[in-house]
């Protein structure tokens, strides 16, 4: 049974560091495209994040860019989120959410759309407050 769990979420002062993990199981890790989305209260889900297969592509959603930086361990299937910089804005529930590398052609065009990701986490709420 493939299972996504993620950790690490937590409130954080503006400026600060959260570090969010995603562990899976169930599933041949190495095979599949692992992406971060969140949602916040009254707003759609987004993607913020992506790697894939093999961690040599990435994509970030622009308001990130240059503040978060995703990274996968093939070998400990699990696949990392460091958020620096936070702002409020970025609170929300971020999920982990898993699809074969076979169904992603394209990192970039294809990651921010969560309707193509068939295996999701149950979430980690990432409070920034002061």
């Known amino acids: 049974q493939l299972q996504l769990v993620e950790s690490g979420g937590g409130l954080v002062q503006p400026g600060g560091s959260l570090r969010l993990s995603c562990a899976a199981s169930?599933?041949?890790?190495?095979?599949?495209?692992i992406a971060w989305f969140r949602q916040a209260p009254g707003k759609e889900r987004e993607g913020v994040s992506c790697?894939?297969?093999?961690?040599?592509?990435?994509y970030y959603k622009d308001s990130v860019n240059g503040r978060f930086a995703i990274s996968r361990d093939n070998a400990k299937n699990t696949v990392s989120l460091q958020m620096n910089s936070l702002k409020p804005e970025d609170t929300a529930v971020y999920y982990c959410?898993?699809?074969?590398?076979?169904?992603?052609?394209?990192?970039?065009?294809?990651?921010?759309?969560?309707?193509?990701?068939?295996?999701w986490g149950q979430g980690a709420q990432v409070t920034v407050s002061s």
């Open positions: 959410a898993a699809i074969s590398m076979y169904r992603m052609t394209s990192v970039q065009r294809m990651c921010p759309n969560s309707a193509l990701f068939n295996y």
């Open positions: 169930g599933f041949t890790f190495s095979y599949y495209v």
């Open positions: 790697i894939s297969s093999s961690g040599t592509s990435t």
